[in-house]
């Protein structure tokens, strides 16, 4: 612990410290926020209508779909409880859209705006639900970790059977750690895959589930996404 900051060493004669613009394509640019905006905010904190108390949930399942030159879906479930899912937990079901297909056609349509869409915001979507209780959450949430349970195996994939999306990826946090994976066309778990093709359709229809309203939500970003937007982008800050 100290005020200065730590030192970087190396064998090289020069160490440089740099932070490039990501690529002059757009859409690499778009997918590199869209990244990050995926994984965020890391908490969200919650106060209900009844007092000013304030509930912390952090992120405890993220699951992300990527259908190329179409669009990217992820859903998070916020809780402040990472397994045991009781009846007083609350829990928050975040959904994140990226229309691809729109951004992909205003590029071809308008490619003389070009240095504009450089600076631009992808299509982008994000929803939130705040759920008192939800036993169909929690059963879902207990249904995958039977699945995983014990991690999550890979085989090769026909080359025949190849799926319409492009990635997927998975992330569950236990208390006892976490568990990430992720696999393109190249590879495949079916059990796995069939349980996510029903929890996209699950999720589909909680995320417009008609719940009473709370009081307020503070979306807790590790970094201030306009600011974000633009370190990544190299604007003017």
């Not at 229309?99 to 450089?118: C, T």
């Not at 994939?157 to 568990?179: F, K, T, V």
């Amino acid at each position: 612990m100290g005020e200065v900051r730590f030192i970087e060493r190396s064998n090289a004669n020069i160490i440089e410290e740099v932070f490039y613009p990501v690529s002059n394509i757009p859409m690499y640019r778009f997918e590199s926020l869209v990244d990050f905006v995926v994984k965020e905010p890391a908490l969200i904190h919650l106060y209900n209508n009844r007092d000013n108390d304030r509930i912390t949930c952090e992120q405890i399942f993220r699951l992300l779909v990527d259908i190329p030159n179409e669009h990217l879906i992820a859903y998070t479930v916020y809780a402040d409880e990472r397994e045991s899912i009781t009846k007083g937990c609350s829990i928050i079901l975040r959904q994140l859209y990226w229309d691809k297909q729109n951004d992909i056609k205003q590029l071809k349509q308008f490619p003389e705006k070009r240095a504009k869409y450089l600076q631009s915001w992808p299509t982008l979507s994000s929803k939130y639900n705040v759920f008192d209780r939800s036993d169909l959450l929690k059963k879902i949430l207990n249904d995958f970790d039977s699945t995983i349970n014990h991690g999550i195996s890979l085989d090769k994939r026909a080359s025949e059977e190849l799926p319409i999306w492009r990635d997927i990826e998975l992330m569950r946090r236990y208390d006892w750690g976490e568990l990430c994976s992720s696999w393109g066309t190249s590879m495949q778990n079916i059990e796995v895959e069939t349980l996510i093709l029903n929890l996209l359709d699950i999720f589909k229809l909680e995320i417009d589930r008609d719940n009473p309203k709370i009081g307020k939500i503070e979306l807790d970003y590790r970094f201030p996404l306009d600011l974000y937007q633009k370190i990544l982008y190299g604007l003017p800050l």
